[in-house]
């Protein structure tokens, strides 16, 4: 299916690819050097194996199935048709490109068709796969297609609203502005009464950012 290929290409590597905790901590304090400072000062001692810590936390997602996280579990839907939209989800991510910072929010909405599922998996998924290094237009269409594959919805829609600390405090330096990227699937690319509904229900595409 569409997607496929993105869905793929930042997955987890074998653990054959990770170096140790200490080598990656050695490569903090390569770091530390590079950005002009003397790792072995005192207040930056423990910093190596800090960062270390909090890469652990902010790419957890890679330890995380989000397709496993939809399966376990839909429930029937009981007679409920109508869209289900989950608007202003949070999220921290990091840039691949620069490893910087991107923060934003994110609208998922979905029109089922047999199977609902709890929506805070529907904002599990949006951090399982956040927590990688990525690129906004792929994050945008793994959230969707993963919806679309496991909960074989009417129609799937996806909006996010972000800043870029690679753009807001480095290269062009512009602050304040934000990238809106969107995935629509099914009835919310097909059908204009479904997409405007959506778009309604997530309030337009201004404000958070
Ligand atoms: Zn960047």
């Known amino acids: 299916m569409h997607g496929t290929l993105e869905i793929l290409d930042n997955t987890r590597q074998g653990p054959e690819a990770r170096p140790t905790r200490s080598e990656a901590e050695e490569a903090v304090r390569t770091l530390i ?8 000062r005192e207040g930056l001692a423990d910093t190596p194996a800090r960062v270390v810590r909090a890469y652990e ?9 989000p397709a496993e996280i939809l399966k376990r579990t839909f429930e029937e839907v009981g007679g409920y048709d109508e869209m289900v ?17 991107i923060e934003g929010v994110a609208h998922v909405g979905y029109l089922p068709d047999d199977r609902v599922v709890g929506i805070s998996k529907l904002a599990r998924v949006v951090e399982a796969y956040a927590r990688r290094l990525q690129v906004q237009e792929r994050l945008t269409a793994q959230i969707a297609d993963t919806i679309a ?17 690679c753009m807001t405090t480095r290269g062009v ?29 997530v309030g337009g595409l201004h404000g958070s950012n």
Not at 90 to 96: R, T
């Open 33 to 40: 050097r590079w950005a002009g400072e003397a790792p072995g």
């Open 57 to 65: 936390e902010w790419f957890e997602g890679y330890d995380q199935d």
């Open 85 to 101: 939209v989950l608007r202003d989800i949070p999220f921290q991510s990091c840039c691949e490109h620069h490893m910087a910072a």
């Open 149 to 165: 594959e496991v909960l074989k919805p009417r129609g799937v829609g996806v909006i996010i609203q972000a800043s870029h600390a």
């Open 173 to 201: 330096r512009k602050h304040g502005v934000g990238m809106v990227t969107i995935r629509m699937l099914g009835a919310f690319r097909n059908d204009a009464a479904t997409r405007h509904e959506f778009l309604t229900a």
